[in-house]
């Protein structure tokens, strides 16, 4: 039993009970290390969190099904996303990191594993939006597999990249609600940008991250996730972004479930939220 393991036992159990079906669309796994090496560029080194400490925690959470989200720590390198989607196929889909050494058989493999995505970091302190030829070049290559792209992006930058998601042929998902500060409120230009691209037909929104823009009880991330729900019922998506990558604090992953009931007060908006979006997006 590794460390993370270690603290599930000392988690308290969410107030809020997830229903049947409840999907954690964005977490991840990682190593353990010397089985699944780190990248050697990655921009920091995780704890090892298995496949095993993952379902431990859904289990003690009562989650039913997952998107494991391949994280920058381990680049392009997808074996341990993958070897956790083999082990539980019908309960695991995923998103992938790829580059221009991606072939395309490689892909077809994946997406026989249960990868539905392919994710892109424009993120600052990940190193920065990516080479746009690279971009492009993957996107024409699992777009005819109906994959959508995910973004993960800072919120200053989401009007600057406006223009290049609304061309986007795809389906698009946006990360952690676009990372928005959530001392700046709800009217900052950041989220009128990020609401304007939400209302758009193919954009999809993880109202994930609450620990990235708040702290417990994360009660400032509310009126975010509320709009974002409100603006795009049947295209948001919820995660616990386990196990917390870069954290400013230790989260309780409790507390990311029993916000639930207070992004989406209306149990039929819950289920949305939770069971049917995920499912229709990750063909669950």
């Excluded at 223009?163 to 609600?177: E, T």
């Excluded at 620990?211 to 400032?220: G, L």
Aim: some cysteine; hydrophobic content about 45%; charged content about 25%.
């Amino acid at each position: 039993m590794n460390a993370v393991d270690l603290k599930l036992h000392a988690r308290r159990k969410p107030q809020f009970k997830l229903p049947a079906g409840a999907c954690d669309a964005h977490c991840h796994v990682f190593g353990p290390g010397d089985v699944f090496p780190y990248a050697p560029s990655r921009r920091y080194t995780p704890a090892d969190a298995p496949k095993e400490t993952l379902a431990a925690l859904h289990d003690f959470l009562g989650v039913s099904r997952a998107v494991i989200v391949q994280a920058s720590c381990h680049g392009s390198d997808n074996r341990a996303m993958l070897d956790a989607l083999i082990h539980s196929p019908t309960t695991l889909r995923g998103v992938a990191i790829a580059d221009e050494k991606t072939a395309s058989q490689d892909f077809q493999l994946m997406h026989a594993a249960g990868v539905r995505g392919v994710r892109f970091n424009f993120v600052r302190h990940l190193g920065g939006a990516p080479d746009m030829d690279e971009f492009w070049s993957v996107l024409r290559k699992v777009e005819p597999l109906g994959w959508h792209v995910v973004l993960h992006m800072d919120a200053k930058d989401i009007e600057a990249l406006t223009p290049l998601i609304r061309q986007l042929p795809m389906p698009f998902v946006i990360d952690h609600m676009g990372r928005v500060e959530s001392a700046q409120g709800t009217e900052q230009p950041a989220f009128r940008a990020l609401l304007d691209l939400v209302r758009m037909p193919n954009c999809w929104i993880k109202v994930s991250g609450s620990e990235r823009i708040s702290f417990p009880p994360y009660d400032a991330a509310i009126p975010f996730a509320r709009a974002l729900v409100e603006a795009a019922p049947d295209r948001c998506l919820w995660g616990t972004d386990f196990p917390h990558p870069n954290p400013t604090h230790e989260a309780d992953e409790a507390d990311l479930v029993d916000l639930v009931p207070k992004f989406a007060p209306d149990p039929a908006l819950q289920r949305k939220l939770l069971v049917d979006n995920p499912a229709r997006l990750y063909e669950f």
